[in-house]
């Protein structure tokens, strides 16, 4: 069956500090991956997005992702975070039928 | 910008008795989802519609909970009888199939049973 693990439940990090989020999913077929992050009080959006192509992909708010086929995994990073950065990233997968699921979620806390 | 409406933002319930939650999409999108989420996990999906239809609903404990969409556009969950481990959020989301495969949400309705 198709699922998602996300390895970082919490995460603290100090403002200007490197970001990376670990993200696998399982699923033999083609898959198409999402970050998405929730911000507090605030619903679900879309951080980025891999379809196929280029396997680094860019997001809004300077995050990207990188898609390794060979480890299944989907990985968020950003250089730098900010303080504004604090929210919960949650990786999905979306396979032929477009069943989409969520990993567990990371909560990032960025102090300033 | 076009967004998801759902309603109740809130809702308070003694177990045992039935609630609904109503999901508007965004104009145009054919496909529907309601994921449940509870605090500190990632949304679990409860059932997808491709139109009026239910693709998905594997994971819907249809004992006790339905969801429909009659007419393709919105859609309602409901569940009857309510317990207590049903407290959580309930996400609706939408999506344009033909074109990014983006979800787009609504605000949640949080659930409370006592």
């Known amino acids: 069956a198709q699922s998602v693990s996300q390895h970082n439940h919490h995460v603290i990090l100090s403002e200007a500090a490197s970001l990376e989020l670990g993200c696998n999913y399982s699923?033999?077929?083609?898959?198409?991956l999402f970050w998405y992050v929730q911000y507090p009080g605030q619903h679900l959006q879309l951080l980025l997005k891999?379809?196929?192509?280029?396997?680094l992909v860019k997001g809004i708010k300077g995050f990207e992702a990188e898609f390794i086929k060979s480890k299944f995994s989907f990985n968020l990073r950003k250089p730098s975070v900010q303080w504004s950065d604090t929210a919960e990233y949650f990786c999905?997968?979306?396979?032929?039928?477009?069943?989409?699921?969520f990993g567990t979620g990371t909560r990032l806390k960025v102090l300033a | 910008e076009a967004e998801v409406a759902q309603s109740p933002r809130y809702k308070i319930t003694e177990k045992s008795q039935a609630v609904a939650f109503w999901c508007d999409p965004i104009?145009?999108?054919?496909?529907l989802y309601w994921y449940r989420q509870i605090l500190g996990q990632g949304p679990e999906l409860l059932v997808q519609?491709?139109?009026?239809?239910?693709?998905?609903d594997s994971q819907l404990p249809k004992d006790r909970f339905s969801a429909e969409r009659l007419k393709g556009v919105d859609s309602t969950l409901k569940i009857q009888p309510a317990e207590l481990g049903d407290s959580a959020m309930y996400l609706c989301?939408?999506?344009?199939?033909?074109?990014?495969?983006?979800?787009?949400f609504g605000e949640g309705s949080r659930l409370t049973v006592l």
């Open positions: 519609f491709q139109d009026e239809s239910v693709v998905d």
């Open positions: 999905a997968c979306t396979s032929g039928t477009y069943k989409y699921i």
């Open positions: 891999y379809f196929s192509g280029d396997p």
């Open positions: 989301a939408s999506s344009s199939q033909r074109r990014t495969g983006e979800l787009f």
């Open positions: 699923y033999g077929g083609t898959v198409n």
């Open positions: 104009s145009g999108h054919a496909t």
